[in-house]
């Protein structure tokens, strides 16, 4: 014998189960975005370990502008100038992972990385290339808040 169910009954289960449904996947939904979300601590803490590297490079550019000079290594332009290249890339990629930074600091940064280049196209001295290195990557350190 089969039970009769109003019509009536049958349209408020219907929409009491789609009440459901839809409360549970907006529920899952938000617990799902919540975890998968990058905070900004977590991202400034990204930036400042980046700009730390950053600083690491320019001052591995020494090592490569010493054996060029004394010619034991490649030339200024290949084992200088062009990681120079590189490292001003990723800056500016890190530039734009921190919106927080201003256009004194931004300017600050590539005159950093603009005296490198310079210095290396001048062929000055070692120890005054290494000079501008460690006041560069200083720089880069200070302005991302990494302590290298």
């Known amino acids: ?8 009954r049958r349209r408020r289960n219907a929409v009491l189960l789609a009440i459901a449904t839809l409360v549970i996947g907006l529920v899952a939904g938000f617990l799902a975005g919540r975890s998968s979300a990058v905070t900004a601590g977590e ?5 400042r370990a980046r700009g730390d590297t950053l600083g690491t490079r320019v001052e591995a550019l020494t090592i490569e502008y010493e054996q060029a000079v004394s010619g034991t290594g490649d030339t200024v332009q ?15 990629r890190l530039i734009g992972d921190a ?3 201003g ?6 940064l590539h005159q950093a ?5 310079t210095a290396a196209e001048q062929t ?7 000079t501008i290195v460690d006041t560069s990557s200083a720089t880069i350190r ?6 290298g």
Not at 103 to 108: E, G, H, L, V, Y
Request: net charge negative.
């Open 124 to 130: 000055v001295s070692v120890d005054q290339f290494t």
């Open 1 to 8: 014998m089969a039970l009769y169910i109003p019509a009536s």
């Open 78 to 92: 290949a084992g200088v100038l062009d990681a120079l290249d590189s490292i001003d890339q990723d800056l500016d």
């Open 113 to 117: 990385t603009s005296a490198v280049r």
């Open 142 to 147: 200070q302005t991302f808040g990494a302590t």
């Open 99 to 101: 919106p927080w930074l």
């Open 43 to 47: 991202r400034s803490a990204e930036v």
């Open 103 to 108: 256009t004194a600091q931004i300017d600050n």
